[in-house]
């Protein structure tokens, strides 16, 4: 049997593997303007880190995780023995909750400090049905902003998203910016008993799912993608309507520093994101065509408990994540590619097995010089040397001939003149990097 990936997972190649490095890097250039730094956390954790972080009534925790046994626990479970919490690992389906965890453990947290600014990229695990743009395996970029509750450090994580998909090309008029704010502790409650009453009142519209959403997480019936329940769902009190003072006067000062960056925004009260941790301002950057469903690129938002939660120092937070393959199909949609560069700068080609050990240890003077170079190691002829060479799209061969090793030279070739020069060996990386420049 040949082996495939894993259902809803992909293999990165060429180009796709490209852009992966280059919006990673689109994304440390711009995140790094504003202060963020790189922190790398395990692909998994403890399950606690989740179901805390996460909270056990989300679809992410409840349904869509990917747990990990080592040996001995799958034994144990498949005996019928319980595993101790911190055998029980699961990938990671987001990257906050692993992030907050790290920020804890390592005392990372502001106690009247600067605000402490992360970011990561990297896979994330969802056993969600696979379809465009969702996958089992996905990889994110996403920051973390810890010890600020001002709104203005709302409006500059936005603006900052913004700015990370500008210098990437995708054109913004291709997107929509989709903003609310979710209340907090003072408000949320008493709003959730509102929703759930109005489920209940509306059991018979809407769909079993959402009524299950009724006694476990009521907001989420928002986000139900049946259209009859949207329907229903629009007509339910706004939360916009619920807000408490502090909230209500957050959520407008958000607004206002996005109105003067000129920062264009749409006010959806059924905004809800799929986490339990967000309070206050949530928003999600959606395509406008050419992605179906999946439609929203990156989202985020505030989570002012979440440290506490997680067995921190209460510490408010705020952060968002991009999907790297849904930034890819938008670019694709707005016609925006990744060309792949050559495979090579140079090629070696020798003439016989004689000239190879010459052409063998130019090739390192090459590289050492910091430029590409390669040749053949299968025993090909000269001719499909230089066919290689061609299908690299190398810029330059050199050749190794008996009678130029006699002279202690060689012939540079440029692929695109057809121009050729002779030059002595100990001197080709001088010469092919004056040329290249
Ligand atoms: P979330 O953590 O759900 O807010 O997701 C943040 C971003 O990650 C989304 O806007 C998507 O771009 C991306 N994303 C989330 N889930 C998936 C998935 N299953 N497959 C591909 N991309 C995803």
Redesign the pocket.
Known sequence: MIAKAPRGTVDLLGSEAEAWLRIQQVAIDVFSRYGYRLVKTPIFEQQQVFVRGIGQDTDVVGKEMFHVLSKNAFEKVSAGGELKSDQKLSLRP?GTAGTIRCAIEHNLIPQGGPTVKLMYAGPMF?C?RPQK???RE?N?IGIECLGAADPSTDAEIIIMLLKFYEELGLPLESTRLLLNSMGDDACRPAYRETIKQYILDHSDELCEECNHRAHTNPLRAFDCKNPECAKVMDGAPKISDALCDDCRDHYAKVKAYLDGAGVEYIEDSRLV??LDYYTRTVFELQVIDGLGSQN?????GRYDKLMEVMGGPSTPGIGF???F??TLLALEAAGIGFELGSDTDVYIACIDDDCKACGFKIMQSLRDAKIRADMDHQGRSLKSQFKQAGKMAASYVVVVGPDELAAGEVTVRCMDTHEEERCAIDEVAELVASRMR
């Open positions: 987001e969802r969600e743009g969702r996958l996905f994110q994101r799929g929203a690129i990156g989202g985020g994540a991009l999907g393959e849904r």
